[in-house]
C-alpha cells in the first residue's frame, strides 16, 4: 500500500488525466508484483534452506543408525565366535586344533588342505579369541602365531 504524505503529490494524482493514472497504476502494480515476487523467492530460499538443513539432519541420523547397526553386527559376530570357540574346546579337550575349528565354523574358507589366510593374520578376531581360550583352558601350545603379512 502506497502512502503519500506530501500534499503537493495528492494534489498533483488528484488533477491528473486518466491516461496518466492509469500508466501510474500499472506501474505501481508492477512495483508491487515485484515486491511480492521477491518476498516469495525470498520465502522459497528459507524454505529451501531449511530442506536442505532436514536432508543433512537425516543424513546424520541415517549414517548414525548404519553405525549403530553395524556394530550391533559385529558384536553378535564375536559373540557367535566366543560361545563357538568354548563349545568346541569344551568338546575336544584333548585333541582340538585351531584349523580343525576354522573347518567346523567356517567351512566356506576351509578345505581340508587348506584354511584361508586372514585366519592367521594378527588381527584376526578368530586367532586371537582362540588363543586366549587356549590360556584360559591350558592349553597353551594350541595357540597359533600370527603369519607375517609383509
Not at 553378535?76 to 585333541?95: G, M, T
Amino acid at each position: 500500500m502506497l502512502i503519500i504524505e506530501n500534499r503537493n503529490l495528492k494534489r498533483h494524482l488528484v488533477t491528473m488525466s486518466s491516461p496518466i493514472k492509469q500508466t501510474l497504476g500499472k506501474t505501481l502494480q508492477k512495483i508491487n508484483q515485484s515486491v511480492n515476487l521477491m518476498y516469495m523467492i525470498e520465502m522459497l530460499e528459507r524454505k529451501d534452506e531449511v530442506a536442505r538443513c532436514l536432508k543433512i539432519s537425516n543424513a546424520e541420523e541415517d549414517e548414525e543408525e548404519r553405525s549403530r547397526i553395524c556394530r550391533e553386527a559385529a558384536d553378535a559376530c564375536l559373540k557367535e565366535i566366543h560361545e563357538h570357540c568354548v563349545a568346541y574346546l569344551n568338546a575336544h579337550k584333548d585333541n582340538g586344533s585351531y584349523e580343525e575349528w576354522i573347518r567346523e565354523f567356517h567351512p566356506d574358507n576351509a578345505t581340508m588342505e587348506t584354511i584361508d589366510h586372514r585366519f592367521y593374520v594378527e588381527e584376526s578376531d578368530h586367532r586371537i579369541i582362540w588363543n586366549s581360550y587356549c590360556d584360559m583352558q591350558g592349553h597353551s601350545d594350541w595357540k597359533i602365531k600370527p603369519t607375517d603379512t609383509s
